[in-house]
């Protein structure tokens, strides 16, 4: 079965400051992995995906991520975090195989403090 | 161009009675999904309709929840006999195909609050 897990509930950081947002997977075959991102009230907005190829994926808003295959993780990071990155941030994967499925983690609060 | 949208924006009921969530999707975008995201959890698959491909309703938590597509555009989300615990936000995507890795566009989502 596919599943997807976001560690931490909450992740704070300065203002400045490198940030990493932690996801792992486990699915059949190949993933495809994505990010999305929710401001307050507002629906979920794509960051960045992961295909096929170079392992590292850029995306939205200066965000990378960087699929590691041997690790099953897709960790999330920004070299400089800024006030404004401050929203829940989701994790995603649908596999290749027997199902259209995307299965989203449970989230990660993200507070960048000034 | 115009993303995907969703109405009402909020719904309150009263437990028992029936509710109907509205998603137009994205214009040729074949593929939609409904989710669920309840006060601090993740978002919970509930349904995904492809063109006119038999949907996947093996998320839908009771049967009390249906859904429907009509046309291949328009989608509805029934929930009968409302109870306290399905109050959440109801969120709709849409996306160009089902296969690949597609990008899932979102709504904004319906608050649903049973009373």
């Known amino acids: 079965a596919q599943s997807v897990a976001q560690p931490e509930d909450q992740v704070n950081v300065a203002e400045g400051n490198p940030l990493t947002v932690k996801c792992t997977y486990s699915?059949?075959?190949?993933?495809?992995l994505f990010w999305y991102v929710q401001y307050p009230n507002r629906g979920l907005q794509f960051l960045l995906k992961y295909i096929t190829g170079d392992n590292l994926v850029k995306g939205s808003y200066g965000f990378e991520a960087e699929f590691n295959k041997s690790q099953t993780s897709f960790h999330l990071k920004k070299p400089s975090a800024l006030v404004s990155d401050s929203a829940l941030y989701f994790c995603?994967?649908?596999?290749?195989?027997?199902?259209?499925?995307?299965?989203f983690g449970t989230g990660t609060r993200l507070k960048v403090l000034a | 161009g115009a993303g995907v949208s969703q109405s009402p924006s909020n719904k309150v009921t009263e437990k028992g009675k029936d509710v109907e969530l509205r998603c137009d999707p994205i214009?040729?975008?074949?593929?939609l999904y409904w989710y669920r995201q309840s006060l601090g959890q993740g978002l919970e698959f509930l349904i995904y309709?492809?063109?006119?491909?038999?949907?996947?309703k093996s998320g839908l938590p009771s049967d009390r929840f249906s859904a429907e597509r009509t046309g291949g555009s328009v989608s509805t989300l029934t929930i009968q006999r409302t109870q306290q615990e399905d109050s959440a936000v109801y969120l709709c995507?849409?996306?160009?195909?089902?296969?690949?890795?597609?990008?899932?566009?979102f709504g904004p989502g319906t608050r649903l609050l049973v009373l």
């Open positions: 214009s040729g975008h074949t593929a």
């Open positions: 309709f492809q063109g006119n491909s038999a949907p996947d």
């Open positions: 995603a994967v649908k596999g290749t195989s027997g199902t259209y499925k995307y299965i």
């Open positions: 699915v059949s075959g190949n993933p495809y």
């Open positions: 995507a849409s996306s160009p195909r089902l296969a690949g890795g597609e990008t899932q566009y």
